[in-house]
């Protein structure tokens, strides 16, 4: 047997980490969690937010969830022209032993958008509202894991995903007047 190239052998390993995570969702209730979390990050979960943030704070929430928007926006720019360019098939559409969980929503898997999105929302909210913290943080990083464990995902389009999610919520927050991840 050959040795694998660096790039066959990273591969390797991203789909070997995806098929592991997508074993946790063999058991009906980890499935089921991570179905409504995933279903709550298609933007369900945000749109609530948003909504909170103008009832509970007036003009104040309405700029954060105005700020959201933007950034939402951008976000689903740039994740639908990267799936096109890169055009990565799912975990599932590559290795038979991986299931999806539940139905993608779109045809590839580069990067994972619901993945993006949070961690821009969480990122961008929590300027805004430092408190929120303790809800938001879990919630993205189980979005993010829902991603693989439904295998839809491998976890090099979570991680990417993060590390862009960051870079936008960061611009973003940087654009703004008067708003900062710092305090």
Known sequence: ?????????????????????????EWAGVRRFFAVVSRLGDGVFWYVLMAALIVADGMDGLAASAHLAG???????????LKRWTRRPRPFAYDVRIRAWIAPLDEFSFPSGHTLHAVAFTLVALAHYPGLAPLLIPFAACVAASRVVLG?????????????????????IWIVPGVSLLG
């Open 152 to 172: 839809l995902h491998y976890p090099s389009d979570v991680l990417a995903a993060t590390a862009i999610g960051t870079l936008l919520a960061g611009l973003s």
């Open 71 to 81: 950034t939402g926006v951008i976000a689903l720019t740039l994740y639908k022209a």
């Open 1 to 25: 047997m050959r040795p694998l190239l660096p790039r066959n052998a990273f591969l390797g390993r991203d789909a070997g980490w995806c098929l592991r995570a997508n074993r946790w969702g």
